[in-house]
């Protein structure tokens, strides 16, 4: 592959899921008008959900999910001493996701719940930095194609990955949205990571915070807008541990 | 003398599905001595993580079950949540889901169609050479696939997790000009559809029979989506909200998935469920195309879920069609029903693209979810794969096949159920 007189190399990657929907993973099969061009960009060398041949030769390995058993731990180790860089890949890798909702009960509890008395081995959910080195991140539940697409083609062509700095607000505000505090509710817009288009408030519905924190974000003033709106700080708390992205400002609140 | 066969097949991780599922097979002196489908997915405890919450939260909350059918989740608990607080949703919102359902089924069918089924019926480990081998069949197989993806991007706002699935309604409608360019694409995109249908009868699908309960709704005027009759092919009618005794799940200590049946000792739904109790509700141009496949209920055969659902991709193309045109001509303003949260209790029921889906849910007062069950089509369909993986295998070793058609056919059998295995564990 050339590009601008640059010999580039596809990128040798693998994919793996834990405790997750494989949502995330399925992005990597979206955006099919340009699947083409973004296939060749990546030699798969591992990728269960869509191909029975398996290869242990990786450099880049995409780690989707979230950590709750111990026979996990163990995979996700032999995956980061193959890989050469570790992507913790969609929000449930990179801030536990919504399997975190369990950590609130006793593992007992949640289990009895479901399985009657079985005994089923499970733990409160973790973060795939938890257990493991992590190179990269890329949050959303699930990623967002467009997004993967251009870290990609950083990587191959050896540019810096980045992610917005900036919130979700900026995004909306770009597409002319109308605020959702306006229209009485409370959104996670302003506190958390651009990225994803401001896809949930482009949809008249709230940002619930996938993405996680936005860098230098002021928290005690997001709290403030909504006590001065006299919404509700029951439903504010509500959204903030939905994907577990904001564990400390919860804290803080609480 | 000649000697007896012995093998053991043990697949673990199966590749090419959706989850994590093993096959085991043992064969000693010539006679078959386990077959077992076993599922080993992580559970993530839905049932217990949505007790507590806010039911205009839910359907958020429950489409993360799957990363497949995430709008099936999301219209079934929003349907158990409207049932339980009398919520009646504005005529175009229904029929802002129902195609939204039409776009996800889209979607999921030519995922399992060209990605996952497909290589076995051309040795191929994965899509991606079949992309050099046939570039034609996949890229009717992509135009299909983003077609699915465009109507529930259109519909919901995005296409895995939606965005604009409310209780209620629908927050947003999608725009007449989204409509119109939906209208020209679905057009635009039949003769892929004509091109994958003469590819697929190229195939050779297996031969194999076991007699089967086929499980999936009915409502009489419409092929089933969302809600209507529980049925059965062998005369079972249900209420709705009557879905446990249509279900009857038990636990088996080799899978993390639980097992189900109704009127025999395993049941199946999906596709091939539909098509048997649903066959004369299809478009003619979809009877037309089982027909050129031979495809008649009641169909007893597995292997031709496949073709079940290539079926129903000719029914969705002319059904989303005429759901287009319906809302071109609908109040797009019109959409949301208001309401305030109480206490209640109801099943919602869906056809998700793998089959009957249930969510039945409990609020208290402040319409916090109290209590929570959701039976998925995959958990619906374990018991069925794991006693046709017996039958199959049985078959196999009476025509004399060795360990490796063995491994072969057992895996495009399982494949076939496309089964949805995180979900079934959820």
Known sequence: MNHLGFELQPLKIASFDFTCCEGCQLQLANRESTLPEFLALVDIRNFREISSERHDDYDIALVEGSITRSDEIERLKTIRARAKMLVAFGTCACFGGVNSLKNRMPQEAVIREVYDGKAIETMPSMRIGDIVEVDYGIPGCPVSKEEVERIVVSLVSRSPVTLPTYPVCVECKQRLNTCLFDLGEICLGPVTRAGCDAVCPTGNTACLGCRGPAEEINFPAFAQLVRDKELSMADMREKLAFYNGFGDYLEEET | ?426
């Not at chain 2, 097949?9 to 599905?17: A, W």
């Not at chain 2, 049932?47 to 990363?67: D, H, N, Q, W, Y």
């Not at chain 2, 339980?84 to 939204?100: G, Q, S, Y």
């Open chain 2, 1 to 426: 003398m000649k000697r007896k066969l012995d093998f053991d097949i043990d697949l673990h991780h199966l590749p090419r599905v959706e989850g994590h599922g093993n096959i085991r097979i043992s064969v000693r002196d010539g006679r078959l001595a386990e077959a077992t489908w076993a599922v080993v997915e992580t559970p993530r405890f839905f049932e217990a993580i949505v007790k507590g919450m806010s039911a205009e939260r839910v359907p958020f909350l429950t489409s993360r079950i799957c990363g497949i059918c995430s709008i099936s989740h999301s219209l079934a608990s929003i349907r158990a949540l409207e049932r339980a607080m009398e919520i009646t949703p504005p005529e175009t919102a229904l029929t802002i889901r129902l195609l939204a359902m039409h776009g996800e089924t889209l979607q999921s069918h030519a995922l399992h169609l060209f990605f996952l089924a497909a290589p076995d019926f051309l040795d191929a480990p994965s899509a991606l050479p079949i992309m050099q081998s046939h570039p034609e069949i996949v890229r009717a197989g992509l135009q299909l696939k983003e077609l699915g993806n465009e109507i529930s991007t259109v519909t919901t706002g995005r296409c895995t997790h939606p965005v604009s699935l409310v209780l209620g309604g629908v927050s947003k409608a999608p725009s007449r000009e989204l409509l119109l360019r939906l209208k020209t694409m679905i057009a635009e995109r039949l003769p892929a559809l004509e091109r994958t249908t003469e590819f697929f009868s190229t195939l050779t699908i297996p031969q194999f029979v076991r007699e089967t309960e086929f499980i999936s709704l009915r409502n009489g005027s419409a092929y089933p989506s969302i809600g209507g009759d529980l049925v059965s092919t062998d005369g079972v009618v249900r209420d709705e909200e009557d879905y446990l005794r249509m279900t009857n799940e038990y636990l088996v200590a080799f899978s993390t998935s639980k097992f189900t049946k109704v009127t025999r000792q395993s049941s199946a739904a999906g596709a091939l469920a539909r098509f048997n109790n649903n066959f004369g509700l299809l478009h003619p141009r979809a009877r037309a195309a089982a027909a050129a496949f031979g495809l008649e209920p009641v169909c007893h055969n597995p292997f031709m879920n496949n073709v079940a659902q290539l079926v129903e991709c000719h029914h969705i193309m002319e059904d989303a069609a005429m759901l287009v045109d319906r809302l071109l001509d609908a109040d797009l303003l019109d959409i949301r029903t208001a309401f305030k949260p109480k206490a209640g209790s109801a099943t919602g029921a869906v056809e998700a693209p793998r089959g009957i889906l249930y969510h039945h849910l409990e609020t208290d007062d402040e319409g916090k979810v109290v209590k929570a069950d959701c039976i998925i089509p995959t958990t619906q369909n374990n018991a069925n794969i794991h006693y046709d993986l017996h039958a199959l295998a049985e078959q196999a070793l009476a025509e004399g096949r060795n360990e490796a058609e063995t491994e072969k056919l057992c895996v495009i059998l399982v494949r076939s159920y496309d089964p949805c295995i995180s979900c079934s564990v959820h």
